[in-house]
Protein backbone atom coordinates (compact mmCIF):
# COMPACT_ATOMS: atom_id res chain seq x y z
CA UNK A 1 0.00 0.00 0.00
CA UNK A 2 1.71 2.98 -1.37
CA UNK A 3 1.16 6.76 -1.03
CA UNK A 4 -0.29 8.70 -4.14
CA UNK A 5 2.79 11.13 -3.89
CA UNK A 6 2.24 13.90 -6.56
CA UNK A 7 4.98 15.11 -8.68
CA UNK A 8 4.85 18.40 -7.39
CA UNK A 9 5.09 17.01 -3.39
CA UNK A 10 8.18 14.70 -4.44
CA UNK A 11 9.87 17.76 -6.45
CA UNK A 12 9.67 19.19 -2.74
CA UNK A 13 10.59 16.15 -1.33
CA UNK A 14 13.64 15.92 -2.96
CA UNK A 15 14.51 19.93 -2.24
CA UNK A 16 13.95 18.97 1.64
CA UNK A 17 10.99 21.43 2.06
CA UNK A 18 7.68 19.03 2.93
CA UNK A 19 5.49 20.40 5.67
CA UNK A 20 3.43 18.24 7.98
CA UNK A 21 0.50 19.61 6.16
CA UNK A 22 1.53 18.91 2.86
CA UNK A 23 2.59 15.20 4.13
CA UNK A 24 -0.65 14.63 6.33
CA UNK A 25 -2.73 15.34 3.12
CA UNK A 26 -1.00 13.24 1.26
CA UNK A 27 -1.33 10.49 3.77
CA UNK A 28 -5.49 11.75 3.79
CA UNK A 29 -5.74 11.10 -0.16
CA UNK A 30 -3.72 8.09 -0.24
CA UNK A 31 -5.14 6.09 2.47
CA UNK A 32 -8.74 7.29 3.23
CA UNK A 33 -9.83 4.64 5.16
CA UNK A 34 -7.03 4.75 8.02
CA UNK A 35 -7.27 8.52 7.54
CA UNK A 36 -11.28 7.95 8.33
CA UNK A 37 -10.85 5.22 11.42
CA UNK A 38 -7.80 7.73 12.79
CA UNK A 39 -10.22 11.13 12.68
CA UNK A 40 -13.14 9.18 14.16
CA UNK A 41 -10.82 7.91 17.35
CA UNK A 42 -9.37 11.56 17.69
CA UNK A 43 -12.74 12.78 17.12
CA UNK A 44 -14.02 10.50 19.46
CA UNK A 45 -11.12 11.61 22.03
CA UNK A 46 -11.89 15.06 22.17
CA UNK A 47 -15.51 14.39 22.16
CA UNK A 48 -15.86 12.19 25.65
CA UNK A 49 -12.96 14.97 27.14
CA UNK A 50 -10.91 11.94 28.41
CA UNK A 51 -7.69 10.29 28.22
CA UNK A 52 -8.67 7.66 26.07
CA UNK A 53 -10.86 6.56 22.97
CA UNK A 54 -10.62 3.18 20.77
CA UNK A 55 -12.14 1.66 17.57
CA UNK A 56 -12.31 -1.74 17.23
CA UNK A 57 -14.78 -2.61 14.28
CA UNK A 58 -12.69 -4.95 11.45
CA UNK A 59 -11.93 -3.27 8.13
CA UNK A 60 -14.88 -3.90 5.03
CA UNK A 61 -12.49 -5.61 3.20
CA UNK A 62 -8.03 -6.63 2.76
CA UNK A 63 -7.64 -3.59 0.83
CA UNK A 64 -8.89 -1.03 3.67
CA UNK A 65 -7.23 -3.03 6.56
CA UNK A 66 -4.02 -2.74 4.25
CA UNK A 67 -4.72 0.77 4.45
CA UNK A 68 -4.71 0.97 8.37
CA UNK A 69 -1.60 -1.50 8.48
CA UNK A 70 0.07 1.08 6.20
CA UNK A 71 -0.68 4.17 8.02
CA UNK A 72 -0.04 2.52 11.57
CA UNK A 73 2.88 0.59 11.14
CA UNK A 74 4.88 3.69 9.48
CA UNK A 75 6.98 5.57 11.82
CA UNK A 76 6.77 8.80 9.55
CA UNK A 77 3.14 8.43 9.11
CA UNK A 78 2.22 7.51 12.30
CA UNK A 79 4.03 10.54 13.92
CA UNK A 80 2.24 12.93 11.12
CA UNK A 81 -0.63 11.87 12.04
CA UNK A 82 -0.18 12.12 15.64
CA UNK A 83 0.99 15.64 15.10
CA UNK A 84 -1.48 16.73 13.31
CA UNK A 85 -4.25 15.62 15.53
CA UNK A 86 -2.29 16.49 18.56
CA UNK A 87 -2.64 13.11 20.47
CA UNK A 88 -0.74 9.21 20.60
CA UNK A 89 -1.89 6.77 18.44
CA UNK A 90 -1.83 2.89 19.73
CA UNK A 91 -2.75 -0.14 17.54
CA UNK A 92 -3.14 -3.71 18.02
CA UNK A 93 -3.78 -6.43 15.85
CA UNK A 94 -5.38 -5.53 12.37
CA UNK A 95 -7.78 -3.20 13.22
CA UNK A 96 -7.77 -2.04 17.13
CA UNK A 97 -6.93 1.24 17.13
CA UNK A 98 -6.78 3.68 20.49
CA UNK A 99 -6.09 7.74 21.40
CA UNK A 100 -4.86 8.57 24.32
CA UNK A 101 -4.30 12.53 25.40
CA UNK A 102 -0.80 13.00 25.49
CA UNK A 103 -0.99 13.40 29.53
CA UNK A 104 -2.15 10.20 29.60
CA UNK A 105 0.95 8.44 27.74
CA UNK A 106 2.69 6.21 30.15
CA UNK A 107 -0.11 6.09 32.49
CA UNK A 108 -2.19 2.66 33.81
CA UNK A 109 -4.56 2.56 30.91
CA UNK A 110 -1.96 3.55 28.46
CA UNK A 111 0.24 0.87 29.94
CA UNK A 112 -2.34 -1.61 29.69
CA UNK A 113 -3.43 -1.25 26.19
CA UNK A 114 0.18 -1.70 24.84
CA UNK A 115 1.52 -4.50 27.03
CA UNK A 116 2.30 -7.82 26.01
CA UNK A 117 -0.38 -8.82 28.25
CA UNK A 118 -2.88 -6.13 26.52
CA UNK A 119 -2.01 -7.93 22.85
CA UNK A 120 -2.53 -11.04 24.33
CA UNK A 121 -5.75 -10.34 26.08
CA UNK A 122 -6.99 -8.98 22.65
CA UNK A 123 -6.40 -11.64 20.62
CA UNK A 124 -9.16 -14.39 19.28
CA UNK A 125 -9.61 -17.27 17.22
CA UNK A 126 -11.35 -15.14 14.15
CA UNK A 127 -8.38 -12.43 14.63
CA UNK A 128 -5.37 -14.78 13.46
CA UNK A 129 -5.51 -14.45 10.02
CA UNK A 130 -5.79 -10.43 10.13
Known amino acids: MSL ?14 VS ?6 CVRESLPYAWEVV ?16 HEVPPPSEAERGQLLRALASDAIRGGLERHFGARLAFQNCHRVAAFSYD ?22 ELRNC
Request: charged share 25%; proline share 5%; no cysteine.
Open 4 to 17: NVSPTLLASAERGE
Open 20 to 25: DEEFVA
Open 39 to 54: SRVMTDLRAGGGEFAD
Open 104 to 125: AVGGERFQRFVSPRGQLLNQSP
